[in-house]
């Protein structure tokens, strides 16, 4: 396993540089790279303010949302056995989407209230699908079902605020689809502690939730709380994912793709998986962004239209390859 910890170590590094150097500004690498090799000092201060106040904020909220996402992904698909089970497919990116705007209303130029009321969004909206599921029969099926039903009410609700108070999102399609261009130092400043409190959660979970692999009643019988464990599991993957949203928006499909990809790696603990979930989503996020602000250059597509035309056959792949392993 070391070895992919070192590969994604270095492929992150690589991720954040290249972020950091391209773009759809008419500043060269050269310029980009000189200003950050010299500092405050740098003589360019053009370069170095499109460094930092452009470029870095937009990487460092790529770096924490595919961070977060991903681990999000990995944390609903081990609490509720199910691999398709991911923030954007069961509603909580949604519903934390939705308070997010809710709370632009009520606290303008507020940015704490944002990050705050994504939290609480996207609690919201997990408890809604449970709810649900459990009134429906507890499947998989009905978990997913319940969380697209969820997920295209709180859409339904975000549309009609947008188009009511549109100048509440300066970029109505970059927050719909998810994109980084408008991700501030400040911003950025308020979300950390949600996400550093969401990977801690994960972490100190992460032996009870090695345990799920036995079944609830062997696990229960080595003396795990099964049911606090499992959510302590939701409510980490709710506050990674509602941060997430609050900086960059409705992003889809990174806790789909990065969590299933990862378990082809052969990494035996939740622990190791989680990591390489931090490692991995980042770097996945961050090129994403990069192709998404470069390919059709001078123009600037969102980064969640690039994912909605990766994730969508990624996600047709994993039912059929589900179905075949059901099959078996």
Not at 102 to 117: C, K, L, T
Not at 160 to 166: A, K, L
Not at 169 to 195: E, H
Not at 263 to 274: D, G, T, V
Request: contains cysteine; charged residues 10%.
């Amino acid at each position: 396993m070391k070895g992919w910890y070192a590969a994604g170590g270095l492929l992150l590094l690589l991720a954040i540089f290249f972020s950091l150097m391209l773009g759809s500004r008419d500043v060269t690498s050269g310029r980009l790279f000189a200003a950050l090799i010299n500092g405050p000092g740098a003589p360019d201060q053009t370069a170095r303010i499109i460094l930092m106040n452009v470029r870095l904020p937009r990487t460092l909220g790529a770096v924490l949302c595919g961070m977060g996402l991903a681990c999000a992904g990995l944390l609903l698909q081990s609490a509720l056995n199910n691999v398709l089970a991911a923030p954007g497919i069961i509603g909580i990116n949604a519903g934390a989407g939705l308070a997010v705007l809710a709370a632009s209303i009520a606290f303008p130029g507020f940015v704490f209230a944002r990050s705050a009321a994504a939290f609480a969004g996207s609690l919201l909206a997990a408890g809604l699908v449970c709810l649900i599921a459990n009134k429906a029969g507890i499947s998989k099926t009905s978990l997913i079902l319940a969380g697209v039903a969820v997920s295209s009410l709180m859409n339904g609700f975000i549309n009609g605020i947008i188009t009511w108070r549109p100048e509440l999102v300066s970029d109505k399609t970059a927050f719909s689809l998810g994109g980084l261009s408008l991700v501030s130092l400040s911003a950025l400043k308020f979300s950390i502690p949600f996400f550093a409190g969401g990977i801690l959660i994960a972490l100190i979970i992460s032996g009870g939730i090695d345990l799920f692999a036995l079944g609830d009643e062997a696990a229960a019988g080595i003396g795990l709380n099964v049911m606090a464990c499992r959510n302590l599991a939701v409510f980490a993957a709710t506050i990674l994912a509602g941060a997430a949203v609050s900086l960059c928006g409705l992003l889809s499909f990174v806790g789909l793709i990065i969590p299933n990809l990862i378990r082809l790696l052969p990494a035996e603990h939740f622990r190791s998986r989680l990591v390489l979930c931090m490692l991995y989503g980042s770097s996945f996020l961050v090129f994403c962004d990069i192709i998404a602000r470069t390919l059709f250059y001078p123009y600037e597509l969102p980064a969640g239209l690039l994912l909605s035309v990766l994730g969508s056959p990624f996600f047709i792949w994993i039912l059929i390859r589900r179905r075949r392993r059901l099959s078996v």
